[in-house]
């Protein structure tokens, strides 16, 4: 009768080693799934958000046609409302705002969305949140993402220089920054683009 050898002490620990490799080398994939997962989810949010941001813009420019279109784009007369020809960004206090003072960020938008935080003093400013609570608090603890949207506005180019006068069209841009507790410069950013027209507009 022929006895069966058994496994020797180095076969056994190849035959662990190359297990531990393998299982090393799937456990690396779960961070970077995991990231990849979080940075899609993220935009998807700040496209969401920026989306509801440029449609409410252009409701809002267009809804009462003869007095919102000088309101908000045209450059005389200038008003609190009057969107900024360039990126607010550039006037962003070094680090950063403070995300959770009620004072600098004091009333939801709720016309826009309760988690949309309007900035008090620059204008075109905005921090949207998203939270496990419908009608989130700036300063709340439960906040999963923080971002700051800046909104502006552009003329629409036709070719080259050349584009149309604000009394014709303009170019509604959203930049949405994240997490917004890091420098602007160290944030994610994707920017988005609405271009509306005059529908009062005769030559």
């Not at 600098?104 to 016309?111: E, Y």
Request: with cysteine; aromatic share 10%.
């Amino acid at each position: 009768m022929k006895h069966k050898l058994p496994f020797t002490m180095v076969e056994i620990l190849l035959a662990l080693g190359v297990c531990a490799i393998g299982i090393c080398s799937i456990m690396v994939l779960f961070p970077i799934g995991a990231n990849a997962s979080r940075d899609a989810a993220m935009e998807t949010y700040a496209a969401n958000a920026a989306d509801q941001m440029l449609n409410y813009l252009k409701y809002e420019i267009t809804r009462n046609n003869s007095v919102n279109w000088n309101k908000y784009i045209l450059d005389a007369p200038v008003t609190a409302d009057t969107l900024d020809t360039t990126n607010p960004a550039i006037n962003e206090p070094v680090p950063s705002y403070n995300m959770l003072s009620t004072t600098v960020w004091p009333n939801s938008m709720g016309i826009v969305a309760n988690n949309v935080f309007r900035h008090q003093a620059n204008k075109g400013v905005y921090q949207i949140l998203s939270c496990r609570n419908a009608t989130p608090a700036v300063n709340s603890p439960e906040v999963d993402f923080r971002a700051i949207m800046n909104v502006w506005r552009q003329q629409v180019p036709i070719s080259g220089s050349l584009a149309l006068q604000y009394k014709m069209a303009v170019q509604l841009n959203v930049e949405v920054s994240w997490p917004a507790n890091l420098p602007y410069a160290a944030r994610q950013k994707s920017h988005y683009v609405l271009e509306v027209f005059n529908p009062n507009f005769t030559p």
